[in-house]
């Protein structure tokens, strides 16, 4: 069954400073991928997406994230963190979009 | 841009009342899903359609029911409210039947059922 997990449920970086979001899924075949973002009181924004080719996907708003095949993974960065950013992040995996749990970024002046 | 458009943001309800939430997009999307969020477990999917009058069970349907009977419009309808059916309700669409382009999602409807 298809499945995604981020490991953090909460991060604080500071303005300027770089991002690392971590998603992980399970998944039988190469997985569509997604990570999405919600700002408060909105719904969910596409940031990216993966579903073959060049590993290292580049976004919306400066955000990139890289397929890793051998880890499961499929982290979301960002090399400069400014205040908008604060929001939640989800990671998306498969044809019928399971979401992981989420993790919500702080961004300290 | 696509419109995603869920006619309420908040909404009260009292147990047992029977709560319709309605969806509507605007770019003649085949596909449309609703979803609860609820802190820690993120979005889950409780039904999606990818036509007019059809229907699918998604994770977590019990409880709910749906109605797709225009292209533009999907319904979401809580038979009897209960209080553990507070939460935010998302809807989202898209053209192709596997999302591979992803999803456009409404603002929510945060519903609180007392």
């Known amino acids: 069954a298809q499945s995604v997990t981020q490991p953090d449920i909460h991060i604080t970086v500071s303005e300027g400073a770089s991002l690392e979001l971590r998603c992980n899924y399970s998944?039988?075949?190469?997985?569509?991928l997604f990570w999405y973002v919600q700002s408060p009181g909105q719904g969910l924004q596409l940031l990216l997406k993966y579903f073959s080719g060049d590993t290292l996907v580049q976004g919306i708003k400066g955000f990139e994230a890289e397929f890793k095949r051998s880890q499961s993974s499929f982290n979301l960065r960002k090399p400069s963190v400014h205040w908008s950013d604060a929001a939640e992040y989800f990671c998306?995996?498969?044809?019928?979009?399971?979401f992981g749990a989420g993790t919500r970024l702080t961004v300290k002046p | 841009d696509v419109k995603v458009t869920q006619s309420s943001r908040y909404l009260v309800k009292r147990t047992g009342e029977k709560v319709f939430l309605e969806c509507v997009q605007d770019m003649d999307h085949e596909n449309m899903f609703w979803y609860r969020q609820d802190p820690g477990l993120g979005l889950r999917l409780i039904y999606f359609?990818?036509?007019?009058?059809?229907?699918e069970k998604g994770d977590i349907p019990e409880g709910y029911s749906v109605s797709r009977e225009k292209k533009e419009r999907f319904s979401l309808i809580l038979e009897s409210a209960s209080t553990n059916q507070t939460s935010m309700y998302l809807c989202a669409s898209s053209y192709f039947r596997w999302s591979d382009y992803g999803y456009t999602f409404g603002s929510g409807t945060r519903l609180t059922v007392v």
């Open positions: 359609s990818y036509d007019v009058k059809m229907k």
């Open positions: 998944y039988g075949a190469t997985p569509y």
């Open positions: 998306a995996v498969g044809s019928d979009m399971r």
